[in-house]
Protein backbone atom coordinates (compact mmCIF):
# COMPACT_ATOMS: atom_id res chain seq x y z
CA UNK A 1 0.00 0.00 0.00
CA UNK A 2 0.87 3.51 -0.58
CA UNK A 3 1.20 6.60 1.85
CA UNK A 4 -1.04 6.22 4.74
CA UNK A 5 -4.50 7.53 4.67
CA UNK A 6 -5.87 10.13 6.42
CA UNK A 7 -8.63 7.34 8.22
CA UNK A 8 -5.76 5.58 9.49
CA UNK A 9 -3.26 8.58 10.91
CA UNK A 10 -6.29 10.95 11.99
CA UNK A 11 -8.38 8.13 14.03
CA UNK A 12 -7.43 6.02 16.44
CA UNK A 13 -7.23 2.10 16.67
CA UNK A 14 -10.55 1.73 17.67
CA UNK A 15 -12.30 4.00 14.89
CA UNK A 16 -12.86 1.22 12.32
CA UNK A 17 -14.81 -0.57 14.83
CA UNK A 18 -16.51 2.14 16.08
CA UNK A 19 -17.78 2.66 12.55
CA UNK A 20 -18.75 -0.42 11.76
CA UNK A 21 -20.92 -0.90 14.75
CA UNK A 22 -22.36 2.21 14.20
CA UNK A 23 -23.73 1.10 11.01
CA UNK A 24 -24.52 -1.76 11.84
CA UNK A 25 -26.62 -0.19 14.84
CA UNK A 26 -28.43 2.56 11.92
CA UNK A 27 -29.14 -0.44 9.69
CA UNK A 28 -30.91 -2.20 12.67
CA UNK A 29 -32.54 0.72 13.89
CA UNK A 30 -34.25 1.00 10.11
CA UNK A 31 -32.66 4.18 9.02
CA UNK A 32 -31.70 5.41 5.56
CA UNK A 33 -28.51 4.23 4.32
CA UNK A 34 -29.75 3.98 0.35
CA UNK A 35 -29.51 7.90 -0.41
CA UNK A 36 -26.15 7.45 -2.61
CA UNK A 37 -27.04 4.29 -4.21
CA UNK A 38 -30.48 6.12 -5.24
CA UNK A 39 -28.59 8.30 -7.25
CA UNK A 40 -26.92 5.77 -8.81
CA UNK A 41 -29.27 3.76 -9.64
CA UNK A 42 -31.32 6.28 -11.29
CA UNK A 43 -28.48 7.52 -13.87
CA UNK A 44 -27.14 3.68 -15.20
CA UNK A 45 -28.72 0.92 -16.84
CA UNK A 46 -30.66 -1.77 -15.35
CA UNK A 47 -27.87 -4.23 -14.12
CA UNK A 48 -24.86 -2.21 -14.59
CA UNK A 49 -21.01 -2.67 -13.26
CA UNK A 50 -20.44 -0.29 -10.91
CA UNK A 51 -17.19 -0.14 -8.18
CA UNK A 52 -17.55 0.86 -5.40
CA UNK A 53 -14.65 3.22 -4.05
CA UNK A 54 -13.51 3.19 -0.81
CA UNK A 55 -16.62 0.72 0.12
CA UNK A 56 -16.03 1.06 3.86
CA UNK A 57 -19.03 -1.29 5.49
CA UNK A 58 -20.55 -1.57 1.79
CA UNK A 59 -23.71 -0.10 2.34
CA UNK A 60 -23.74 1.92 -0.70
CA UNK A 61 -22.26 -1.35 -2.48
CA UNK A 62 -25.23 -3.82 -1.21
CA UNK A 63 -27.52 -1.40 -1.74
CA UNK A 64 -26.67 -1.32 -5.60
CA UNK A 65 -26.75 -4.84 -5.40
CA UNK A 66 -30.85 -5.32 -4.18
CA UNK A 67 -31.23 -3.18 -7.40
CA UNK A 68 -29.71 -5.65 -9.47
CA UNK A 69 -26.13 -4.10 -10.49
CA UNK A 70 -22.75 -6.18 -10.38
CA UNK A 71 -21.10 -4.47 -7.87
CA UNK A 72 -17.21 -3.99 -6.80
CA UNK A 73 -15.69 -2.67 -3.45
CA UNK A 74 -12.88 -2.03 -2.91
CA UNK A 75 -11.22 -0.16 0.68
CA UNK A 76 -7.89 0.04 2.10
CA UNK A 77 -9.30 -0.82 5.87
CA UNK A 78 -9.42 -4.67 5.91
CA UNK A 79 -11.25 -4.38 9.19
CA UNK A 80 -14.26 -2.61 7.15
CA UNK A 81 -14.22 -5.16 4.36
CA UNK A 82 -14.63 -7.95 6.47
CA UNK A 83 -17.58 -6.34 7.85
CA UNK A 84 -18.39 -5.82 4.01
CA UNK A 85 -18.52 -9.19 3.78
CA UNK A 86 -19.91 -10.98 6.89
CA UNK A 87 -22.72 -8.21 6.42
CA UNK A 88 -23.30 -8.00 2.96
CA UNK A 89 -22.85 -11.70 0.58
CA UNK A 90 -23.30 -10.81 -3.14
CA UNK A 91 -20.82 -8.07 -3.93
CA UNK A 92 -16.82 -8.57 -4.37
CA UNK A 93 -15.40 -7.05 -1.37
CA UNK A 94 -11.17 -6.19 -1.58
CA UNK A 95 -8.76 -4.31 0.35
CA UNK A 96 -7.64 -2.34 -2.04
CA UNK A 97 -5.36 1.11 -1.77
CA UNK A 98 -7.42 3.67 -4.57
CA UNK A 99 -4.52 5.43 -5.10
CA UNK A 100 -2.61 2.21 -6.68
CA UNK A 101 -6.29 0.21 -8.05
CA UNK A 102 -5.54 -1.92 -10.52
CA UNK A 103 -8.78 -4.47 -10.53
CA UNK A 104 -7.34 -6.04 -13.64
CA UNK A 105 -4.95 -7.86 -11.45
CA UNK A 106 -7.17 -8.63 -8.95
CA UNK A 107 -9.39 -10.67 -11.56
CA UNK A 108 -12.07 -7.92 -12.49
CA UNK A 109 -10.84 -6.95 -16.00
CA UNK A 110 -13.95 -5.34 -17.08
CA UNK A 111 -14.72 -1.66 -16.88
CA UNK A 112 -17.64 -0.63 -14.88
CA UNK A 113 -20.37 1.49 -15.72
CA UNK A 114 -20.50 3.52 -12.99
CA UNK A 115 -18.13 4.46 -9.99
CA UNK A 116 -18.88 6.09 -6.47
CA UNK A 117 -17.07 7.95 -3.92
CA UNK A 118 -20.00 8.37 -0.94
CA UNK A 119 -18.78 8.80 2.87
CA UNK A 120 -16.07 11.28 2.49
CA UNK A 121 -13.72 9.25 1.04
CA UNK A 122 -11.72 11.62 -0.58
CA UNK A 123 -11.44 13.38 2.64
CA UNK A 124 -9.83 10.38 4.05
CA UNK A 125 -7.40 9.29 1.19
CA UNK A 126 -3.38 10.40 1.86
CA UNK A 127 -2.85 14.47 1.44
CA UNK A 128 -2.49 14.89 -1.87
CA UNK A 129 -3.04 11.81 -3.46
CA UNK A 130 -6.69 12.98 -4.70
CA UNK A 131 -5.96 13.43 -7.93
CA UNK A 132 -4.22 10.49 -8.51
CA UNK A 133 -7.59 8.67 -6.47
CA UNK A 134 -9.52 10.13 -9.13
CA UNK A 135 -7.65 9.62 -11.59
CA UNK A 136 -7.55 5.14 -10.56
CA UNK A 137 -10.95 5.50 -10.57
CA UNK A 138 -11.87 7.15 -13.86
CA UNK A 139 -8.94 4.77 -15.89
CA UNK A 140 -11.44 1.43 -14.35
CA UNK A 141 -14.50 3.72 -15.83
CA UNK A 142 -15.68 2.72 -19.66
CA UNK A 143 -15.74 5.78 -22.35
CA UNK A 144 -19.05 7.76 -20.96
CA UNK A 145 -18.80 6.13 -17.66
CA UNK A 146 -20.03 8.33 -14.69
CA UNK A 147 -18.98 9.07 -11.51
CA UNK A 148 -20.51 10.66 -8.28
CA UNK A 149 -18.40 12.19 -5.44
CA UNK A 150 -19.34 13.31 -1.80
CA UNK A 151 -18.08 15.04 0.17
CA UNK A 152 -17.68 17.44 2.95
CA UNK A 153 -16.87 21.10 1.89
CA UNK A 154 -15.05 21.79 5.35
CA UNK A 155 -12.97 18.69 5.09
CA UNK A 156 -9.58 20.39 3.89
CA UNK A 157 -10.19 19.62 0.23
CA UNK A 158 -11.72 22.53 -1.48
CA UNK A 159 -14.19 22.50 -3.87
CA UNK A 160 -11.55 24.34 -6.68
CA UNK A 161 -9.03 21.74 -6.30
CA UNK A 162 -10.81 18.97 -6.24
CA UNK A 163 -12.49 20.58 -10.05
CA UNK A 164 -8.70 20.83 -11.30
CA UNK A 165 -7.84 17.47 -9.93
CA UNK A 166 -11.23 15.88 -11.74
CA UNK A 167 -10.19 17.82 -14.87
CA UNK A 168 -6.53 16.36 -14.79
CA UNK A 169 -7.63 12.61 -14.27
CA UNK A 170 -9.90 13.12 -17.39
CA UNK A 171 -13.27 13.71 -16.01
CA UNK A 172 -15.50 16.39 -17.13
CA UNK A 173 -17.78 17.95 -14.60
CA UNK A 174 -21.87 17.45 -15.30
CA UNK A 175 -23.81 18.31 -12.30
CA UNK A 176 -23.23 19.65 -9.04
CA UNK A 177 -26.00 19.24 -6.01
CA UNK A 178 -25.89 19.95 -2.22
CA UNK A 179 -26.75 16.73 -0.80
CA UNK A 180 -27.59 12.98 -2.09
CA UNK A 181 -31.26 14.05 -2.82
CA UNK A 182 -30.28 16.65 -5.18
CA UNK A 183 -31.00 19.47 -3.29
CA UNK A 184 -29.60 22.17 -5.63
CA UNK A 185 -26.13 23.31 -5.01
CA UNK A 186 -25.46 26.52 -3.66
CA UNK A 187 -22.02 28.57 -2.51
CA UNK A 188 -22.78 28.63 1.12
CA UNK A 189 -23.43 24.59 1.07
CA UNK A 190 -21.23 22.32 4.02
CA UNK A 191 -21.46 19.07 1.28
CA UNK A 192 -21.13 18.38 -2.64
CA UNK A 193 -22.37 15.89 -4.63
CA UNK A 194 -20.34 16.18 -8.03
CA UNK A 195 -21.26 13.87 -10.71
CA UNK A 196 -18.42 13.54 -12.87
CA UNK A 197 -18.22 11.66 -16.40
CA UNK A 198 -15.57 10.52 -18.21
CA UNK A 199 -15.52 11.47 -22.23
CA UNK A 200 -16.65 8.94 -24.73
CA UNK A 201 -13.76 9.94 -26.72
Known amino acids: MGNPTRWETETGPEHSQWYIDRFRRLAAD ?95 VAPGTEREVLRRVAAHLRPDGVLAVGFGTDRGYPLTGFDADAVAAGLRLEHRFATWDLRPWRDDADFAVTVLRRPAA
Do not use: K, Q, Y
Not at 39 to 60: H, K, N, Q, W, Y
Open 30 to 124: GADLAGEARLLDAMVAPGSRILDAGCGTGRVGAALAARGHAVVGVDADPALVEAARADHPGPRWLVADLTELDLAAAGEPEPFDAAVLAGNVLAF
